[in-house]
T-cell receptor
Framework: GAVVSQHPSWVICKSGTSVKIECRSL??????MFWYRQFPKQSLMLMAT?????????EQGVEKDKFLINHASLTLSTLTVTSAHPEDSSFYIC?????????????FGNGTRLTVT | QKEVEQDPGPLSVPEGAIVSLNCTYS??????FMWYRQYSRKGPELLMY????GNKEDGRFTAQVDKSSKYISLFIRDSQPSDSATYLC???????????????FGKGTKLSVKP
C-alpha cells in the first residue's frame, strides 16, 4: 500500500495562536509532498509543494510567512499555520508521491479540520 | 475555459444502478488520469490510475480515457450505498510537466446511492 498519515485530524485553536499539522508517509519515502486547502463543497486548492531538504514552493496568493512548511525528512512534512485567524478555518490535506516514481499517483492523508475561534 | 471540467451534481441513483461520471479537459498534454473518491471529512482515496487512452477495469469500477475527445469517464457497476461520496477526476502531463508532479483536479461530483 501507500499510506499517508496526517495528524491531528481536527484542531480548535484561538485566534492569534499557531497550529502545526504533520504529514507522514508511513510505508514509502516521499521527496515531494503537496499541501492543499479545501472549502466546503469545493475541490482541492493547492497551497504549496514541499520538497525534502529545500524550500517549499508556494502558489500565488499563499502567504509563505503565514503557512510555514518544513520537509525535514523523506517521510515527514509539516505545515504550521502561524497567528491563525478565523478565516484560516478550513480543511487542510496533504499528499505524497513515492520518491523516484515521477509518474505515480498521489496518495492523500485524511485531512485536518482547523477551526479558529 | 477551465483546464478540467466536471459536473458537480449532485447525482442520485438507486442501489444497483450503473453510474457514469465524466470529466473533460483542455490540455492535450495530459497523459496520466486518476479518479479519487472522497468521503465527507476525509482525504481523497485513489480509485483508478490510467495512462493515455484506453480502458481499465478493477472490480465494479471501469475507467475510460479518450484523448482524442479529451474526455474521461468512470463507470460504477452495481452501485452500493457505500459508494455514496464525492468523486474527483485528476490528471497531469507526467514527467512533472514543469509542475513538480501536481495534479489538476476537477471540482468533484457528489454521488448518492439510495438503498
Amino acid at each position: 500500500g501507500a499510506v499517508v498519515s496526517q495528524h491531528p485530524s481536527w484542531v480548535i485553536c484561538k485566534s492569534g495562536t499557531s497550529v502545526k499539522i504533520e504529514c507522514r508517509s508511513l510505508d514509502f519515502q516521499a521527496t515531494t509532498m503537496f499541501w492543499y486547502r479545501q472549502f466546503p463543497k469545493q475541490s482541492l486548492m493547492l497551497m504549496a509543494t514541499s520538497n525534502e531538504g529545500s524550500k517549499a514552493t508556494y502558489e500565488q496568493g499563499v502567504e509563505k510567512d503565514k503557512f510555514l512548511i518544513n520537509h525535514a525528512s523523506l517521510t515527514l512534512s509539516t505545515l504550521t499555520v502561524t497567528s491563525a485567524h478565523p478565516e484560516d478555518s478550513s480543511f487542510y490535506i496533504c499528499s505524497a508521491r513515492r520518491s523516484g516514481q515521477i509518474n505515480s499517483p498521489l496518495h492523500f492523508g485524511n485531512g485536518t479540520r482547523l477551526t479558529v475561534t | 475555459q477551465k483546464e478540467v471540467e466536471q459536473d458537480p451534481g449532485p447525482l442520485s441513483v438507486p442501489e444497483g444502478a450503473i453510474v457514469s461520471l465524466n470529466c473533460t479537459y483542455s490540455n492535450s498534454a495530459f497523459q496520466y488520469f486518476m479518479w479519487y473518491r472522497q468521503y465527507s471529512r476525509k482525504g481523497p482515496e485513489l480509485l483508478m490510475y490510467t495512462y493515455s487512452s484506453g480502458n481499465k477495469e478493477d472490480g465494479r469500477f471501469t475507467a475510460q480515457v479518450d484523448k482524442s475527445s479529451k474526455y474521461i469517464s468512470l463507470f460504477i457497476r452495481d452501485s452500493q450505498p457505500s459508494d455514496s461520496a464525492t468523486y474527483l477526476c485528476a490528471m497531469n502531463e507526467g514527467n512533472y510537466g514543469g509542475s513538480q508532479g501536481n495534479l489538476i483536479f476537477g471540482k468533484g461530483t457528489k454521488l448518492s446511492v439510495k438503498p
